[in-house]
């Protein structure tokens, strides 16, 4: 499967933002998808990921709340809500696919193929 993240920009902080992830390839439905993200200077880390059927989501603790990822699988489309972004969620934001979990995993390795990532930049 191919990936490609979008949406990133440069906003205020308290702006909403969406992100999208657009996936080509093999049948979407098999892949439980992930976002990540990297600021700088920083590993990347977690941010959210969502079930093949879009009906289980997880979120790193302290972004549940603010984010919100869903799921067309019709489109083969993943999308990243952002609310009341902070200068701290500057970063370049990766969505990634995992084919072999049963369920929905926070751990990068499980993640075999990644987009490109897609610069979210907060300023204050």
């Known amino acids: 499967v191919q990936l490609q993240a979008s949406g990133g920009g440069l906003v205020q902080a308290g702006d909403s933002l969406r992100l999208s992830c657009a996936a080509s390839g093999r049948t979407f439905d098999n892949y439980n998808i992930g976002w990540f993200r990297q600021a700088p200077g920083k590993v990347r880390e977690f941010v959210a990921a969502?079930?093949?059927?879009?009906?289980?989501?997880v979120y790193a603790d302290h972004l549940q709340g603010r984010f919100t990822i869903s799921r067309d699988n019709a489109k083969n489309t993943v999308t990243l809500q952002m609310y009341s972004l902070k200068p701290d969620d500057t970063a370049v934001y990766y969505c990634?696919?995992?084919?072999?979990?049963?369920?929905?995993?926070?751990?990068?390795?499980?993640?075999?193929?990644w987009g490109q990532g897609t610069l979210v930049a907060v300023s204050s």
């Open positions: 969502v079930s093949r059927s879009g009906n289980s989501a």
């Open positions: 990634a696919a995992d084919d072999y979990s049963e369920y929905v995993s926070r751990t990068e390795p499980r993640y075999d193929f």
